[in-house]
């Protein structure tokens, strides 16, 4: 059973920084293409940045020259570097994998942005 765990969720200042980081309890890290969402009560969950296997990476226009996302074989870690952060940001980011159709999800962290 492949587990995502995120971490680094917190409540920051408008303009602040946060690093999310994730890890995925498989040896096999290297083949899924991996993924952040967010989602706010009563909207849907939103993708908000992606690497592929190959390190390929997308970014939802509005993160886009703020928010990085690595991946990092050495510990099996996802991380998402989110710097100006704005009251918008504020959000509970889930890490995502996915590979032929198989998908998981981790429970989410919290992040808070007050303005």
């Known amino acids: 059973q492949v587990q995502l765990v995120e971490s680094g969720g917190g409540l920051v200042q408008s303009g602040g920084s946060l690093r999310l980081s994730c890890t995925f309890s498989?040896?096999?890290?290297?083949?899924?293409?991996m993924s952040w969402y967010r989602q706010v009560p009563g909207k849907q969950r939103e993708l908000v940045a992606t690497v592929t296997r190959t390190s390929s990476t997308i970014y939802a226009d509005s993160v886009k020259g703020r928010f990085t996302i690595t991946r990092h074989s050495t510990n099996n870690t996802l991380v998402l570097q989110m710097n100006s952060l704005k009251p918008e940001d504020t959000a509970k980011y889930y890490c995502h994998a996915t590979y032929v159709g198989n998908t998981y999800w981790g429970h989410g962290t919290q992040v808070t942005v007050s303005s």
């Open positions: 498989t040896a096999m890290f290297s083949i899924w293409d």
